[in-house]
Protein backbone atom coordinates (compact mmCIF):
# COMPACT_ATOMS: atom_id res chain seq x y z
CA UNK A 1 0.00 0.00 0.00
CA UNK A 2 2.74 2.63 1.06
CA UNK A 3 5.17 3.10 -2.11
CA UNK A 4 8.54 2.93 -0.78
CA UNK A 5 10.40 4.70 -2.94
CA UNK A 6 13.93 4.15 -4.22
CA UNK A 7 16.30 6.65 -5.36
CA UNK A 8 16.40 7.27 -9.06
CA UNK A 9 20.00 6.42 -9.42
CA UNK A 10 20.15 2.65 -8.33
CA UNK A 11 16.28 2.25 -10.83
CA UNK A 12 18.47 3.66 -13.74
CA UNK A 13 22.35 3.17 -13.42
CA UNK A 14 23.49 -0.55 -14.33
CA UNK A 15 26.50 -2.65 -12.94
CA UNK A 16 26.69 -2.22 -9.40
CA UNK A 17 23.39 -0.88 -8.96
CA UNK A 18 21.40 -3.79 -9.68
CA UNK A 19 22.25 -6.41 -7.39
CA UNK A 20 20.95 -4.08 -4.77
CA UNK A 21 17.63 -3.65 -6.18
CA UNK A 22 17.65 -7.56 -6.42
CA UNK A 23 18.56 -7.90 -3.16
CA UNK A 24 15.82 -5.32 -1.95
CA UNK A 25 12.97 -7.53 -3.46
CA UNK A 26 14.20 -10.52 -1.98
CA UNK A 27 14.43 -8.76 1.53
CA UNK A 28 11.19 -7.06 1.64
CA UNK A 29 9.59 -10.98 0.60
CA UNK A 30 11.57 -12.43 3.12
CA UNK A 31 10.07 -9.89 5.65
CA UNK A 32 6.83 -9.89 4.28
CA UNK A 33 6.76 -13.72 5.20
CA UNK A 34 8.24 -12.92 8.55
CA UNK A 35 5.22 -10.32 8.98
CA UNK A 36 2.58 -12.38 7.59
CA UNK A 37 3.78 -15.44 9.47
CA UNK A 38 3.93 -13.35 12.80
CA UNK A 39 0.59 -12.20 12.42
CA UNK A 40 -1.12 -16.01 13.31
CA UNK A 41 1.51 -16.30 16.33
CA UNK A 42 0.45 -12.51 17.90
CA UNK A 43 -3.17 -13.70 17.57
CA UNK A 44 -2.83 -16.75 19.33
CA UNK A 45 -1.34 -15.13 22.10
CA UNK A 46 -3.63 -12.09 22.16
CA UNK A 47 -6.60 -13.79 22.10
CA UNK A 48 -6.29 -15.78 25.44
CA UNK A 49 -7.14 -12.55 26.99
CA UNK A 50 -9.13 -10.73 24.09
CA UNK A 51 -12.70 -12.07 22.83
CA UNK A 52 -12.12 -12.46 18.78
CA UNK A 53 -14.05 -10.05 16.97
CA UNK A 54 -13.20 -7.32 19.81
CA UNK A 55 -9.28 -8.37 18.68
CA UNK A 56 -9.95 -8.00 15.21
CA UNK A 57 -11.49 -4.53 15.41
CA UNK A 58 -8.91 -2.86 17.54
CA UNK A 59 -6.33 -4.51 15.13
CA UNK A 60 -8.10 -2.51 12.68
CA UNK A 61 -8.39 0.84 14.89
CA UNK A 62 -4.46 0.73 14.90
CA UNK A 63 -3.49 -0.06 11.12
CA UNK A 64 -6.14 2.55 9.96
CA UNK A 65 -4.93 5.28 12.53
CA UNK A 66 -1.57 4.74 10.69
CA UNK A 67 -2.33 4.67 7.14
CA UNK A 68 -5.00 7.13 7.53
CA UNK A 69 -2.34 9.22 9.24
CA UNK A 70 0.06 8.58 6.09
CA UNK A 71 -2.73 9.46 3.80
CA UNK A 72 -3.44 13.07 5.13
CA UNK A 73 0.24 13.96 5.54
CA UNK A 74 2.20 12.33 1.77
CA UNK A 75 -1.00 12.68 -0.25
CA UNK A 76 -3.13 15.74 -1.73
CA UNK A 77 -6.71 15.74 -0.86
CA UNK A 78 -7.96 15.20 -4.68
CA UNK A 79 -5.29 11.78 -3.80
CA UNK A 80 -6.94 10.13 -0.71
CA UNK A 81 -10.90 11.47 -1.29
CA UNK A 82 -13.06 8.88 -3.13
CA UNK A 83 -14.28 10.51 -5.98
CA UNK A 84 -16.92 8.15 -7.92
CA UNK A 85 -19.22 5.43 -7.44
CA UNK A 86 -16.36 2.89 -8.48
CA UNK A 87 -14.24 3.98 -5.87
CA UNK A 88 -16.82 4.03 -2.97
CA UNK A 89 -17.46 0.45 -4.19
CA UNK A 90 -14.52 -0.10 -4.15
CA UNK A 91 -14.28 0.75 -0.62
CA UNK A 92 -17.66 -1.06 0.29
CA UNK A 93 -15.77 -4.81 -1.46
CA UNK A 94 -13.07 -4.26 0.30
CA UNK A 95 -14.15 -3.29 3.99
CA UNK A 96 -16.79 -5.87 4.08
CA UNK A 97 -14.65 -8.51 2.13
CA UNK A 98 -10.81 -8.04 2.41
CA UNK A 99 -11.05 -6.67 6.19
CA UNK A 100 -14.29 -7.28 7.87
CA UNK A 101 -15.21 -10.88 6.97
CA UNK A 102 -11.89 -12.11 6.69
CA UNK A 103 -10.75 -11.13 9.87
CA UNK A 104 -14.19 -12.04 11.69
CA UNK A 105 -13.73 -15.85 10.05
CA UNK A 106 -9.85 -15.73 10.78
CA UNK A 107 -9.53 -14.50 14.65
CA UNK A 108 -12.61 -16.90 15.58
CA UNK A 109 -11.00 -19.76 13.69
CA UNK A 110 -7.72 -19.89 15.24
CA UNK A 111 -9.34 -19.60 18.48
CA UNK A 112 -9.61 -23.19 18.22
CA UNK A 113 -6.45 -24.31 15.80
CA UNK A 114 -2.65 -23.65 15.76
CA UNK A 115 -1.11 -21.07 13.66
CA UNK A 116 0.69 -23.28 11.44
CA UNK A 117 -2.62 -24.82 10.68
CA UNK A 118 -4.29 -21.91 10.36
CA UNK A 119 -2.25 -20.14 7.97
CA UNK A 120 -1.62 -23.21 5.64
CA UNK A 121 -5.43 -23.30 5.35
CA UNK A 122 -5.43 -19.73 4.70
CA UNK A 123 -2.49 -19.94 2.41
CA UNK A 124 -5.41 -21.80 0.26
CA UNK A 125 -6.48 -18.05 -1.18
CA UNK A 126 -4.46 -18.05 -4.88
CA UNK A 127 -6.21 -21.33 -5.26
CA UNK A 128 -9.47 -19.76 -3.99
CA UNK A 129 -9.10 -16.73 -6.50
CA UNK A 130 -9.33 -18.24 -9.89
CA UNK A 131 -12.60 -20.07 -8.86
CA UNK A 132 -14.29 -17.03 -7.92
CA UNK A 133 -12.90 -15.42 -11.29
CA UNK A 134 -14.69 -18.36 -13.30
CA UNK A 135 -17.56 -17.41 -11.43
CA UNK A 136 -17.94 -13.93 -11.13
CA UNK A 137 -16.01 -12.78 -14.30
CA UNK A 138 -16.37 -15.51 -16.72
CA UNK A 139 -12.95 -16.51 -16.52
CA UNK A 140 -12.81 -20.03 -18.00
CA UNK A 141 -10.64 -22.77 -16.41
CA UNK A 142 -8.69 -25.37 -18.30
CA UNK A 143 -9.32 -28.70 -17.69
CA UNK A 144 -5.66 -28.68 -15.57
CA UNK A 145 -6.87 -25.71 -13.93
CA UNK A 146 -9.80 -27.66 -13.19
CA UNK A 147 -7.83 -31.03 -12.06
CA UNK A 148 -5.33 -28.05 -9.72
CA UNK A 149 -8.65 -27.15 -7.77
CA UNK A 150 -9.36 -30.55 -8.00
CA UNK A 151 -5.43 -31.57 -6.01
CA UNK A 152 -5.49 -28.25 -3.42
CA UNK A 153 -8.60 -29.34 -2.36
CA UNK A 154 -7.18 -33.55 -1.74
CA UNK A 155 -4.43 -31.53 0.18
CA UNK A 156 -6.99 -29.42 2.05
CA UNK A 157 -8.50 -33.04 2.72
CA UNK A 158 -4.96 -34.53 4.13
CA UNK A 159 -4.70 -31.60 6.17
CA UNK A 160 -8.34 -32.01 7.66
CA UNK A 161 -8.67 -35.51 8.03
CA UNK A 162 -12.57 -35.48 7.58
CA UNK A 163 -14.27 -38.14 9.73
CA UNK A 164 -17.88 -38.63 11.71
CA UNK A 165 -15.48 -38.28 14.92
CA UNK A 166 -13.73 -35.08 14.02
CA UNK A 167 -15.87 -33.15 11.88
CA UNK A 168 -17.87 -31.38 14.88
CA UNK A 169 -14.36 -30.97 16.48
CA UNK A 170 -13.13 -27.39 17.34
CA UNK A 171 -9.95 -27.86 15.34
CA UNK A 172 -11.73 -28.93 12.40
CA UNK A 173 -14.58 -25.97 12.84
CA UNK A 174 -11.79 -23.85 13.09
CA UNK A 175 -9.74 -24.81 10.43
CA UNK A 176 -12.90 -24.02 8.54
CA UNK A 177 -13.53 -21.19 9.45
CA UNK A 178 -10.03 -19.76 8.26
CA UNK A 179 -10.69 -21.31 4.70
CA UNK A 180 -13.90 -19.24 4.80
CA UNK A 181 -11.74 -16.26 5.70
CA UNK A 182 -9.25 -17.04 2.65
CA UNK A 183 -12.54 -17.36 0.52
CA UNK A 184 -13.40 -13.82 1.59
CA UNK A 185 -10.00 -12.55 0.50
CA UNK A 186 -10.14 -14.40 -2.97
CA UNK A 187 -14.14 -13.59 -3.29
CA UNK A 188 -13.05 -9.62 -2.51
CA UNK A 189 -10.12 -9.36 -4.84
CA UNK A 190 -12.26 -10.52 -7.56
CA UNK A 191 -14.86 -8.42 -6.82
CA UNK A 192 -12.13 -5.64 -6.66
CA UNK A 193 -10.84 -6.48 -10.17
CA UNK A 194 -15.09 -6.26 -11.42
CA UNK A 195 -15.31 -3.14 -9.68
CA UNK A 196 -11.98 -1.28 -10.80
CA UNK A 197 -11.79 1.59 -8.34
CA UNK A 198 -10.13 4.73 -9.62
CA UNK A 199 -8.52 5.78 -6.54
CA UNK A 200 -5.04 4.39 -5.15
CA UNK A 201 -4.58 1.47 -3.54
CA UNK A 202 -2.99 3.14 -0.17
CA UNK A 203 -6.36 5.43 0.00
CA UNK A 204 -8.57 3.03 -0.86
CA UNK A 205 -7.43 0.54 1.51
CA UNK A 206 -6.71 3.11 4.67
CA UNK A 207 -10.67 3.78 4.05
CA UNK A 208 -11.52 0.19 3.66
CA UNK A 209 -9.84 -0.61 7.37
CA UNK A 210 -11.63 1.92 8.64
CA UNK A 211 -15.14 0.57 7.01
CA UNK A 212 -14.13 -3.11 8.56
CA UNK A 213 -13.26 -1.76 11.77
CA UNK A 214 -16.39 -0.04 12.53
CA UNK A 215 -18.03 -3.81 10.91
CA UNK A 216 -15.99 -5.61 13.18
CA UNK A 217 -16.59 -3.97 16.39
CA UNK A 218 -20.76 -4.18 15.56
CA UNK A 219 -20.06 -8.04 15.06
CA UNK A 220 -18.22 -7.70 18.59
CA UNK A 221 -20.75 -6.41 20.38
CA UNK A 222 -23.63 -8.67 18.29
CA UNK A 223 -22.11 -11.40 19.74
CA UNK A 224 -22.21 -10.19 23.48
CA UNK A 225 -18.39 -9.70 23.95
CA UNK A 226 -17.86 -6.53 25.95
CA UNK A 227 -15.47 -3.99 24.74
CA UNK A 228 -14.06 -3.64 28.52
CA UNK A 229 -12.48 -6.70 27.96
CA UNK A 230 -9.88 -4.33 25.88
CA UNK A 231 -8.96 -3.00 29.41
CA UNK A 232 -6.12 -3.85 31.91
CA UNK A 233 -4.82 -6.50 29.61
CA UNK A 234 -1.34 -7.81 30.10
CA UNK A 235 1.89 -6.36 28.25
CA UNK A 236 2.25 -9.78 26.37
CA UNK A 237 -1.29 -9.25 25.17
CA UNK A 238 -1.09 -5.41 24.18
CA UNK A 239 2.19 -6.78 22.57
CA UNK A 240 0.35 -8.79 20.69
CA UNK A 241 -2.07 -6.22 19.59
CA UNK A 242 0.60 -3.76 18.69
CA UNK A 243 2.05 -6.31 16.43
CA UNK A 244 -0.75 -7.51 14.48
CA UNK A 245 -2.35 -3.60 14.10
CA UNK A 246 1.05 -2.21 12.96
CA UNK A 247 3.88 -4.52 11.85
CA UNK A 248 1.32 -7.16 10.26
CA UNK A 249 -1.18 -4.68 8.54
CA UNK A 250 -0.35 -1.11 8.40
CA UNK A 251 3.74 -2.15 7.61
CA UNK A 252 2.99 -5.70 6.05
CA UNK A 253 0.42 -4.50 3.60
CA UNK A 254 2.45 -1.46 2.27
CA UNK A 255 5.35 -4.01 1.76
CA UNK A 256 2.62 -6.46 -0.11
CA UNK A 257 1.56 -3.97 -2.38
CA UNK A 258 4.88 -2.26 -3.23
CA UNK A 259 5.79 -5.64 -4.32
CA UNK A 260 2.61 -6.27 -6.87
CA UNK A 261 3.98 -3.32 -8.39
CA UNK A 262 8.09 -4.14 -8.98
CA UNK A 263 8.06 -7.85 -9.03
CA UNK A 264 4.15 -8.90 -10.02
CA UNK A 265 1.58 -9.96 -8.61
CA UNK A 266 2.36 -14.49 -8.95
CA UNK A 267 6.03 -13.68 -7.32
CA UNK A 268 4.54 -11.79 -4.41
CA UNK A 269 1.51 -14.35 -3.94
CA UNK A 270 4.01 -17.29 -3.51
CA UNK A 271 4.31 -15.83 -0.16
CA UNK A 272 1.57 -17.53 0.86
CA UNK A 273 4.05 -20.58 0.67
CA UNK A 274 6.38 -19.34 2.68
CA UNK A 275 3.87 -17.90 6.00
CA UNK A 276 3.21 -21.27 6.69
CA UNK A 277 6.88 -22.57 7.27
CA UNK A 278 7.42 -18.97 9.15
CA UNK A 279 4.41 -19.76 11.12
CA UNK A 280 5.36 -23.37 12.33
CA UNK A 281 8.70 -22.07 13.36
CA UNK A 282 7.08 -19.16 15.37
CA UNK A 283 4.56 -21.41 16.70
CA UNK A 284 6.78 -24.15 18.01
CA UNK A 285 9.54 -21.31 19.13
CA UNK A 286 7.03 -19.37 20.95
CA UNK A 287 4.04 -21.75 21.53
CA UNK A 288 5.15 -25.00 21.97
CA UNK A 289 2.99 -25.76 19.28
CA UNK A 290 4.25 -29.01 17.12
CA UNK A 291 3.50 -29.90 12.92
CA UNK A 292 1.90 -33.50 12.21
CA UNK A 293 3.74 -35.50 8.57
CA UNK A 294 -0.11 -35.43 7.41
CA UNK A 295 -0.45 -31.46 7.58
CA UNK A 296 3.04 -31.24 5.99
CA UNK A 297 1.86 -33.58 3.03
CA UNK A 298 -1.36 -31.92 2.37
CA UNK A 299 0.69 -28.20 2.48
CA UNK A 300 2.83 -29.63 -0.64
CA UNK A 301 -0.20 -31.28 -2.14
CA UNK A 302 -2.13 -27.81 -1.78
CA UNK A 303 1.27 -26.08 -3.51
CA UNK A 304 0.68 -28.65 -6.42
CA UNK A 305 -2.37 -27.79 -7.08
CA UNK A 306 -1.44 -24.15 -7.08
CA UNK A 307 1.34 -25.15 -9.59
CA UNK A 308 -1.64 -26.48 -11.70
CA UNK A 309 -3.81 -24.15 -11.82
CA UNK A 310 -1.59 -21.11 -12.52
CA UNK A 311 1.13 -22.95 -14.58
CA UNK A 312 0.83 -20.67 -18.04
CA UNK A 313 1.65 -17.92 -15.53
CA UNK A 314 4.10 -19.16 -13.64
CA UNK A 315 5.72 -20.51 -16.77
CA UNK A 316 5.46 -16.70 -18.63
CA UNK A 317 7.68 -15.99 -15.07
CA UNK A 318 10.11 -18.25 -15.86
CA UNK A 319 10.62 -17.26 -18.97
CA UNK A 320 11.38 -13.32 -17.97
CA UNK A 321 13.18 -14.47 -15.47
CA UNK A 322 15.59 -16.51 -17.82
CA UNK A 323 15.46 -13.31 -20.63
CA UNK A 324 16.59 -11.02 -17.52
CA UNK A 325 19.20 -12.89 -16.59
CA UNK A 326 20.46 -13.07 -20.40
CA UNK A 327 20.38 -9.64 -20.61
CA UNK A 328 23.12 -9.17 -17.65
CA UNK A 329 25.24 -12.15 -18.55
CA UNK A 330 27.27 -10.12 -21.83
CA UNK A 331 26.39 -9.49 -25.91
CA UNK A 332 26.02 -13.18 -26.51
CA UNK A 333 23.47 -13.57 -23.84
CA UNK A 334 21.50 -10.66 -24.57
CA UNK A 335 20.66 -11.89 -28.43
CA UNK A 336 19.24 -14.65 -27.10
CA UNK A 337 17.70 -13.51 -24.71
CA UNK A 338 15.73 -11.47 -27.47
CA UNK A 339 13.73 -14.14 -28.22
CA UNK A 340 9.90 -13.41 -26.75
CA UNK A 341 7.93 -15.28 -23.92
CA UNK A 342 4.99 -17.05 -25.25
CA UNK A 343 2.68 -14.63 -22.90
CA UNK A 344 4.27 -11.35 -24.00
CA UNK A 345 1.06 -9.48 -25.49
Not at 116 to 134: E, R, T
Not at 247 to 254: I, K, L, Q, R
Not at 294 to 310: D, K, M, Q, S, Y
Amino acid sequence: MVALSIPTRFRSIPGRFALPLRYRNAALFALLALLFGGTFVAIETGLRELPPLLFAGLRFDIGAAALIGYVLLRRPRSAWLPRTRRDIAGIAVAGVFIVAANNALLFVGQGSTTPAMASIMYGLNPVLAPVFAWWILDDRLSKTGMLGIGVALAGVAAIVQPSPSTLTGAGTVGQVLVLGAAAAVAIGSVLLKRVRPEMGSLPLTAWAMVLGAVLLHALSVAAGESPARAVGVGRLTLVSLLAVGIPSTAVAYAINFDLLERIGPVRTNLVAYVVPVVAALAGWALLGTGLSAATVAGFLIVVVGFGLVERQTLRCEVCRLRRWRRRRGGAGSARRAESPCPCDD
